[in-house]
């Protein structure tokens, strides 16, 4: 009776653990959710970039008459987060028309991008960094690159013809800020002999994903270092025989070999970055200038920048797959003596003129390895105009005022640097 019991119970714990194993088959698994979608439209390219707290599988595909990118991502359901893409896509986007989302069965989502014109789409993850969670990138690139040389000859042209009444920079002031106590730089007498055209390449920091150092008020670098390098930009352009190159010239991510690699390309005779950072303690305050070293960084707060910066890349993203490690090691190796002695003067030049204007945090240059100062036999510079961790720093940042400031200090210094530096003809490396 016993063993017929036992029996019986067996072929209850069976059945019902059946049933159990039915059920986990019928239902759908738990997938990743989208927490936020975010569109950089540029001229260089398009990213769009879907953050989600788990994993996924992707693939993606091309179709032509009319030009579409297609994603199937399996691992997600449709929710109001990844609904939002349709409306972020803006009208102005170079490169793409329109999106649209779609179920097309249980955790599978399809997005289908008409696109403006084909593209080179580049699709990869990145894993979780800084504030972010687990990102999909598509980044959109036109399938004929953009010719810098030919974008800066159409540039040039379009500045002579306007060269007489020179449009302003309009910038939203975002908040007030008292005016600044330090001396106004001294008008500058030097006279440029500029006997060739000269490139100069204005690299502001950061941007799109990488918002930089953010201040106690939201200011963030990428947004102040932007509106300072366009306001030093109609200053150069001003200047006869004198053109520039930005390496980005609206909000989106530039990884930190792209904009050595413009420089290269528009055969620059000055590389200029401009960063405005936050240090781990708000009382730390005052203007920097940096050239690359290749024994090590001079100071315990350049080392620590350096990092930082270089670091930009994991927060901005990346695409692993096709970074150029061959191109990163030959900057590398061809960093000379002659292109940072030459930086040093550079870098000299300008801090004495932003000294005008506000305090140093050293009184000389310094030097550390920032991997965006790698470039070889152009002298290349990284100016921090201030601390925007220290409140009083950040509300000087945000003021326009000061911003013109910066962009005249710099300017002087440029002028100064060729004043006694003229350029020389020589054969560029491309």
């Given at each position: 009776m016993i063993?017929?019991?036992?029996?019986?119970l067996k072929k209850i714990t069976g059945v019902f653990f059946s049933l159990v194993l039915s059920f986990a088959v019928v239902l759908p698994a738990w997938g990743a959710k989208v927490l936020a979608v975010r569109v950089w439209p540029a001229q260089d390219?398009?990213?769009?970039?879907?953050e989600h707290d788990g994993e996924i599988k992707t693939s993606h595909f091309t179709l032509n008459n009319p030009d579409r990118l297609v994603v199937e991502i399996e691992g997600i359901d449709l929710n109001p987060a990844l609904k939002e893409l349709v409306a972020k896509i803006q009208t102005d986007d170079?490169?793409?028309?329109?999106?649209?989302?779609?179920?097309?069965?249980?955790?599978?989502?399809?997005?289908?991008?008409?696109?403006?014109?084909?593209?080179?789409?580049?699709?990869?993850?990145?894993?979780?960094?800084?504030?972010?969670?687990?990102?999909?990138?598509?980044?959109?690139?036109?399938?004929?690159?953009?010719?810098?040389?030919?974008?800066?000859?159409?540039?040039?042209?379009?500045?002579?013809?306007?060269?007489?009444?020179?449009?302003?920079?309009?910038?939203?002031?975002?908040?007030s800020a008292p005016k600044a106590v330090a001396s106004k730089p001294e008008k500058n007498t030097d006279k440029i002999q500029l006997n060739r055209m000269v490139t100069v390449v204005l690299d502001p920091g950061h941007g799109g994903e990488d918002p930089g150092a953010i201040g106690h008020r939201g200011s963030r670098e990428k947004d102040v270092v932007l509106s300072i390098a366009r306001r030093l930009k109609t200053r150069i352009e001003q200047e006869p025989n004198m053109r520039v190159v930005m390496t980005r010239n609206g909000d989106y991510f530039v990884p930190l070999h792209v904009r050595v690699e413009k420089a290269r390309?528009?055969?620059?005779?000055?590389?200029?970055?401009?960063?405005?950072?936050?240090?781990?303690?708000?009382?730390?305050?005052?203007?920097?200038?940096?050239?690359?070293?290749?024994?090590?960084?001079?100071?315990t707060t350049a080392k620590w920048l350096a990092k930082k910066?270089?670091?930009?890349?994991?927060?901005?993203?990346?695409?692993?797959?096709?970074?150029?490690?061959?191109?990163?090691?030959?900057?590398?190796?061809?960093?000379?003596?002659?292109?940072?002695?030459?930086?040093?003067?550079l870098g000299s030049a300008v801090l004495n003129e932003i000294g005008g204007i506000n305090r140093l945090h050293k009184s000389h240059v310094e030097q550390a390895g920032?991997?965006?100062?790698?470039?070889?036999?152009?002298?290349?510079?990284?100016?921090?105009?201030?601390?925007?961790?220290?409140?009083?720093?950040?509300?000087?940042?945000?003021?326009?005022?000061?911003?013109?400031?910066?962009?005249?200090?710099?300017?002087?210094?440029?002028?100064?640097?060729?004043?006694?530096?003229?350029?020389?003809?020589r054969n560029k490396m491309m």
């Open positions: 063993r017929d019991h036992h029996n019986l390219y398009t990213r769009i970039t879907l170079p490169y793409v028309k329109q999106a649209r989302v779609g179920q097309t069965k249980p955790n599978v989502v399809r997005i289908v991008f008409d696109l403006r014109e084909a593209v080179k789409p580049q699709v990869f993850t990145l894993k979780p960094v800084d504030k972010y969670q687990h990102r999909l990138v598509l980044d959109l690139y036109p399938t004929a690159p953009v010719d810098p040389i030919a974008a800066l000859i159409r540039s040039s042209e379009a500045n002579n013809k306007t060269r007489k009444q020179p449009a302003p920079v309009v910038e939203e002031k975002t908040e390309q528009a055969q620059a005779d000055l590389f200029i970055s401009i960063h405005a950072d936050a240090f781990i303690e708000p009382r730390a305050n005052g203007s920097s200038v940096f050239v690359l070293s290749e024994k090590g960084a001079s100071s910066e270089n670091d930009a890349d994991l927060i901005g993203g990346v695409n692993i797959k096709n970074h150029n490690r061959q191109l990163a090691s030959v900057l590398l190796d061809l960093s000379t003596t002659a292109q940072i002695k030459d930086s040093l003067k920032f991997a965006v100062l790698k470039a070889p036999d152009i002298p290349s510079i990284l100016v921090e105009t201030a601390f925007i961790s220290n409140p009083e720093e950040e509300a000087k940042l945000n003021d326009g005022g000061h911003q013109e400031k910066i962009a005249d200090a710099i300017m002087n210094g440029v002028r100064k640097y060729f004043a006694k530096n003229p350029p020389k003809t």
